[in-house]
């Protein structure tokens, strides 16, 4: 069997600190082979850096997953093209930096393939998820029928949608993206795991990460402001998925939310 933890979004310094505090118990707790993590939000909240992603790879995260923010910070695109374990959303261009998927392995037969889309609604432009796994899909397959997907998506709606078009086709479709952890994990008629939004790991005494007068402010006159990231209220956000490698099926899907303060 594949245990793997995923992580939702990580958010800024508050995020990246829990995370490295927590993770090392949370693999023991839950016999992790693996541990993926959503990334496109721990550097100040939005982007990432060299020095942040390898602070995370350093703490034990083995992959991560991108997203819209994935190249918002100019000084990390060289990184994201060399560095094979942050994955791009596979429907953005081709020409954009960063690895399509990559593959986990537990050992030479057991491997866990890891892929990230974006959704289309509400978001900004990029080609239809559910044409370009279906593309690539018997690709992967070809290295491994354990597959992890993360739909970075906004809308409840066509999560739900990509959620039933995948499954029985890849072992876990896993939504990131809107920082609320959703209480819908489940396991789908074909073997699929499932959750609309894995939820945000970090400040959560705030709204979607940013401190919330900040926010609030922005509502309330219409006028710029300057987002920073809050720093009470942390919480662990994520699930445990367990896979059977020969099939790819779920057999376990397990959603986890810890308030440390």
């Known amino acids: 069997m594949i245990r793997f933890l995923f992580l939702g979004d990580i958010f800024g310094r508050s995020g990246r600190e ?9 693999k023991e707790e839950f016999k992790a082979d693996f ?14 850096t060299e020095k942040t992603v390898k602070e995370l790879f350093e703490a034990g995260i083995d992959a991560f997953t991108g997203g819209n923010h994935l190249w918002d910070k100019k000084d990390a695109i060289p990184y994201l093209s060399k560095e094979k374990r942050i994955v791009k959303p596979l429907n953005y261009p081709e020409a954009a930096i960063g690895s399509p998927w990559c593959i986990l392995e537990k050992n030479s037969v057991e491997k866990l393939a890891i892929v990230c889309l974006t959704g289309q609604v509400f978001m900004q432009p990029c080609d239809s998820p559910f044409t370009i796994i279906d593309k690539y899909l018997p690709q992967i397959q070809k290295e491994t029928r354990a597959i992890l997907v993360d739909f970075h998506a906004e809308a409840t709606g066509e999560k739900r949608s990509f959620g039933f ?8 479709v ?27 790991n970090g400040a959560h005494d705030s709204i979607i990460g940013v401190k919330k007068e900040l926010i609030l402010q922005k509502t309330l006159t219409g006028m710029p402001v300057r987002f920073e990231p809050a720093s009470t209220g ?10 059977d490698p020969e099939t790819g ?3 376990d899907i397990i959603r986890i939310k810890r308030k440390l303060d």
Do not use: F, W
Request: aromatic residues 2%; hydrophobic residues 40%.
């Open 174 to 200: 896993l939504g990131t993206h809107t920082h609320i952890q959703t209480a819908d994990e489940e396991l789908l008629p074909a073997g699929s795991a499932y959750i609309t939004d894995v939820g945000m």
């Open 249 to 251: 099926k779920a057999n």
């Open 35 to 48: 541990c993926i993590a959503n990334c496109e939000n721990i550097a100040s909240g939005r982007g990432i």
């Open 18 to 26: 829990i995370v490295k505090a927590e993770l090392p118990s949370l």
């Open 165 to 172: 078009h995948l499954d029985g086709k890849v072992s876990a």
């Open 234 to 243: 942390n919480q662990i956000n994520a699930v445990m998925v367990e896979i």
